[in-house]
């Protein structure tokens, strides 16, 4: 089945120079065998963050069908690591200040998410995103790799937020919960 929408997955690194196979890329290849293409970048620093996000916006002719921005990166619960350095989810707002219209901005579980309400509807307010969503468990044991594969899926197939958590927790349910699933829309 082809697709057309993308994912545009960013995964934090401590060396962009290193070139290494990571369990995201693994799971990019999984997807794109069923028809979900993606965009994998690394960055190290807020800057290489903020160039990848300009490359893609303002070079990529396909921006628009990228519906996923999928961040691979550790953290604390509203903020995130680059290069030892931690900025928070208003910081990064701002960095996607009206960027990212109509985006879902999902975390992978190596960084928690918990947001406030507030804090979560300035970040939708400033970013322009449709939702965001990651888990409220961090875990070393266990990622949330597969689980975003599925999620990603049902995003191919439904535009409700809301369907799209009901299916998933149906389907997934002790996994939703382990990891602690989270949307804000």
Same mark, same amino acid.
């Given at each position: 089945m082809d697709y057309d929408k993308f994912i545009f997955c960013l995964e934090a690194v401590p060396d962009i120079? @290193? =070139?290494?196979?990571?369990e995201t890329v693994k799971s990019l290849e999984k997807l794109a065998v069923n028809g979900i293409d993606s965009i994998y970048k690394t960055c190290d620093? @807020?800057?290489g963050l903020d160039e990848s996000l300009n490359v893609l916006l303002y070079e990529d002719h396909n921006f628009k069908n990228y519906e996923i921005i999928y961040l691979v990166m550790k953290g604390e619960e509203n903020n995130i690591c680059l290069n030892n350095y931690y900025y928070s989810l208003e910081e990064i707002a701002?960095?996607?200040?009206? &960027?990212?219209?109509? &985006?879902i @901005?999902?975390?992978a579980n190596s960084k928690p998410l918990d947001l406030s309400d507030e804090e979560s509807q300035y970040f939708l307010d400033i970013t322009g995103a449709r939702a965001i969503s990651g888990y409220g468990n961090y875990s070393t044991k266990v990622t949330s790799g597969s689980? =975003? /594969?599925v999620f990603f899926s049902l995003? /191919?197939?439904e535009d409700d937020v809301i369907e799209i958590v009901e299916e998933l927790h149906q389907k997934h349910y002790a996994l939703c919960k382990l990891l602690d699933f989270r949307l804000y829309y």
């Open positions: 120079e @290193i =070139d290494v196979t990571t620093t @807020i800057e701002e960095l996607f200040e009206g &960027k990212m219209r109509g &985006k @901005i999902h975390f689980l =975003d /594969q995003c /191919q197939d």
